[in-house]
């Protein structure tokens, strides 16, 4: 390589290019650590709280910590139903409903909102109705 050619000043796009490379890299890098993307193993570590209907089936059974007025208990999560789609609005696909039953103890009374907690995907705020013997959360 002459010195020439290494002294050449490197063109704007060239630089652009390089920095969203450098960027793309980093972001993908740092993807599993920020919890942006499914960690290696399979391990799927996203929010619930956006999550669709095959998100949420996938919890099918697990246990939930939900903050209600006879203290903290544990909710599981029972059952995810798909329901009709009301109008292309922005949003979910589809909608669906949640329907979760008492680990033990009273349920909460329902119609509010209420802090769940799961251990591998955080916390979120849902409102709940009752439903029976069930809680019952539908998001649209």
């Known amino acids: 390589m002459t010195i ?36 290696k193993g399979g391990a799927s570590f996203r929010s619930l709280a956006h999550a669709g209907a095959e998100a949420w089936a996938e919890q099918v059974g697990s246990e939930f910590r939900i903050r209600a007025e006879h203290g903290v208990q544990s909710l ?9 789609r009301l109008n292309r609005r922005m949003g979910r696909n589809r909608a669906f409903a949640l329907a979760f039953r008492s680990a033990g103890g009273p349920l909460p009374a329902g119609d509010r909102v209420y802090p769940l907690a799961h251990a591998q995907h955080g916390k979120l705020d849902i409102f709940f109705g009752p439903s029976g013997d069930r809680l019952v959360a539908i998001f649209a």
């Open 4 to 39: 020439e050619r290494a002294l050449t000043p490197v063109s704007r796009r060239k630089l652009l290019g390089g920095l969203a490379l450098a960027a793309t890299a980093a972001g993908a890098n740092a993807a599993p650590v920020m919890r942006l993307a499914p960690a």
């Open 76 to 84: 599981i999560l029972a059952e995810v139903r798909p329901l009709a």
